[in-house]
């Protein structure tokens, strides 16, 4: 069976970042917890998507998405300076969550909720990146398909409760596509 609207697709994938000989390691899964979707409904990237329609198990693949088909260039607009005291508790800055390197929650003034990834800790201000963290960024797919058959109404439901994007990588969530970094957030 070949890869198709509302089918069940396991994977195993690499995905680097970069061009040429200066690639890095993003993700990896296993066979023991490849990628797993249901293709065709908007959890998967769409560039992704295209790349794998019509492969079936077995097949190997490999092939590169730019940033423009997957998150974005890095925006600069997204990079905020927030005050220091949105990020208080019971009056006291909470160090133990706000710190360069962590990312958080958030929520804007409409109720949107997102992740943002703490830049730098100020005097008076806390630097936040908006950006998705792949945006700006080549991926480098390379994998093999380990499964692909019509998809279950209980591989539809589960698949869309268990993260609302696919399950099956080590990732933190969805982006506002509802897509991993394959994917990932």
Known sequence: MKISDK?????????????GEDLELMEETSPE????????TGSMLPAFEDKISGLKKGDAFSFVI??????GEFNEEFVLELPKSIFE????FDDKQVFEGNIL????????RMSG???????DVVVMDFNHPLAGE???FEGQILEVHDATPEEIAALSY???????????GCDDKGAHACGCN
């Open 138 to 140: 080549i991926l480098n």
């Open 117 to 123: 990834s703490v830049m730098e800790v100020r005097e």
């Open 162 to 172: 268990s993260s609302g994007c696919g399950g099956g990588c080590d990732c933190s």
């Open 33 to 40: 917890n490849p990628l797993t979707f249901i293709f065709g």
């Open 7 to 19: 089918t069940f697709v396991a994977l195993n994938y690499k995905l680097n970042v970069g061009e």
């Open 66 to 71: 730019s940033p423009e088909d997957a998150y």
């Open 89 to 92: 508790v019971d009056g006291k």
């Open 105 to 112: 929650p958030m929520t804007d003034s409409e109720g949107n």
